[in-house]
Nanobody, 125 residues
Framework: QIQLRESGGGSVQAGSSLTLSCVMS??????????MGWYRQGPGKERALVST???????NYSDSVKGRFTISRDHTSRTLLLQMDNVQAEDTAVYTC?????????????????WGQGTQVTVSS
């Protein structure tokens, strides 16, 4: 059974840095071949896609985090990372790791095969 487990969340001051980790268990093959990403859902907000990274390392970011967050992946340890720098109060959210985007006829359907449970990040100003 494939599982994604996030860690690294916590309470921090605005302007500081935080690194989130997501470890995939039970499948080195899936980790190496699947696109992965991070979502977040802040209080009273809809879930939003923050960043994605292809199996070859090509990264994309939402405008709200571009230039502050960095996504990366380590195939050896099956770990997805999200380096968050200069965090702001609006970054407060539950961050959830995802893997294996679902496509139909080459079009991304907005869903993923695997979801983590999420980790809370709280930024105080």
């Amino acid at each position: 059974q494939i599982q994604l487990r996030e860690s690294g969340g916590g309470s921090v001051q605005a302007g500081s840095s935080l690194t989130l980790s997501c470890v995939m268990s039970n499948s080195e093959y899936i980790f190496k071949n699947c696109k992965m990403g991070w979502y977040r859902q802040g209080p009273g907000k809809e879930r939003a896609l923050v960043s994605t990274i292809s199996n070859s390392g090509f990264a994309n970011y939402s405008d709200s985090v571009k230039g502050r967050f960095t996504i990366s992946r380590d195939h050896t340890s099956r770990t997805l990372l999200l380096q968050m720098d200069n965090v702001q109060a609006e970054d407060t959210a539950v961050y959830t790791c995802v893997s294996c985007a679902i496509y139909r006829d080459g079009v991304f359907l907005g869903d993923w095969h695997y979801w983590g449970q999420g980790t809370q990040v709280t930024v105080s100003s």
